[in-house]
């Protein structure tokens, strides 16, 4: 069975930091790309962070961008995103997807329907 596990959130103060693993287990996440999401109580979910199937090319939206950052150990079949300097708007449940298509290279996902394989997700409370 295909499957993505999530680990890692849970409840820090503001400024706090916090590493997330995605982990998968029925199918090699090299190559696919990996996409990071979250959604916020009353927001709809939104796209956050992206990895390339080769780990070249990476992608931040402008809410994380310089204090996310997101990686792989294909040898461990994981994917991280290391989170810093943590603002209560970072408060959601975070996903993890991979792709659909194994790429194998450079390439990003551009749209949500690319990704086919979804975790049940991780809360991340940021809260003093």
């Known amino acids: 069975q295909l499957q993505l596990v999530e680990s890692g959130g849970g409840l820090v103060q503001p400024g706090g930091s916090l590493r997330l693993s995605c982990t998968a287990s029925g199918f090699t996440l090299d190559p696919h790309a990996i996409g990071w999401f979250r959604r916020a109580p009353g927001k709809e979910r939104e796209g956050i962070s992206s990895?390339?199937?080769?780990?070249?090319?990476?992608w931040y939206a402008d809410s994380v961008k310089g204090r996310f950052t997101v990686s792989r150990d294909d040898a461990k079949n994981t994917v991280y995103l290391q989170m810093i300097s943590l603002k209560p708007e970072d408060t959601a449940v975070y996903y993890c997807a991979a792709s659909r298509r194994p790429y194998g290279s450079g390439y990003i996902p551009v749209s949500v329907d690319e990704y086919g394989y979804w975790g049940q997700g991780t809360q991340v409370t940021v809260s003093s």
């Open positions: 990895i390339s199937g080769n780990g070249g090319s990476t």
